[in-house]
């Protein structure tokens, strides 16, 4: 079993920036790739952004490109998001998520991973 702990989040201003951090906590883990998903009340869950497990391979939604970075550290099974020149429609529930079992390959789509964490709350003020 795999349990997926994020932190970080909280409230910040426009133009701020905020980490939020996701560690899976596990006796073995491995994972083909891990991401990042947001909620806004009223709204469907969105792909934010994914990274493979050499960390070379990144992807975003094109809303975030340019300010926000995905990135993993295999040795702490930690995956963070570096998330820069907030706006207040970044406002959401985070969730990170794990891809164990290698699916059709759709990083985008929530199908693909069968860990979530609970989710932390990022606010940013206008």
Same mark, same amino acid.
């Given at each position: 079993?795999?349990?997926?702990?994020?932190? %970080? %989040?909280?409230?910040?201003? #426009?133009?701020?920036?905020?980490?939020?951090?996701?560690?899976?906590?596990?006796?073995?883990?491995?994972?083909?790739?891990?991401?990042?998903?947001?909620?806004?009340?009223?709204?469907?869950?969105?792909?934010v952004a994914s990274?493979d497990r050499s960390? /070379? #391979?990144?992807?975003?939604?094109d809303s975030v490109?340019?300010?926000?970075? /995905?990135?993993?550290? !295999?040795?702490?099974? #930690?995956?963070?998001?570096?998330?820069?020149?907030?706006?207040?429609?970044?406002?959401?529930?985070?969730?990170?998520?794990?891809?164990?079992?290698?699916?059709?390959? !759709?990083?985008?789509?929530?199908?693909?991973?069968?860990?979530? %964490?609970?989710? #932390?709350?990022?606010?940013?003020?206008?």
């Amino acid at each position: 079993q795999v349990q997926l702990v994020e932190s %970080g %989040g909280g409230l910040v201003q #426009t133009g701020g920036s905020l980490n939020v951090s996701c560690a899976a906590v596990a006796r073995t883990f491995f994972y083909y790739g891990m991401a990042w998903f947001r909620q806004s009340p009223g709204q469907e869950r969105e792909f934010v952004a994914s990274i493979d497990r050499s960390g /070379i #391979t990144a992807d975003y939604v094109d809303s975030v490109k340019g300010r926000f970075t /995905i990135s993993t550290d !295999n040795v702490k099974n #930690t995956v963070h998001l570096q998330m820069n020149s907030l706006r207040p429609e970044d406002t959401a529930v985070y969730y990170c998520a794990a891809d164990t079992f290698y699916g059709s390959g !759709n990083v985008r789509s929530e199908y693909e991973y069968q860990y979530w %964490g609970q989710g #932390t709350q990022v606010t940013v003020s206008s």
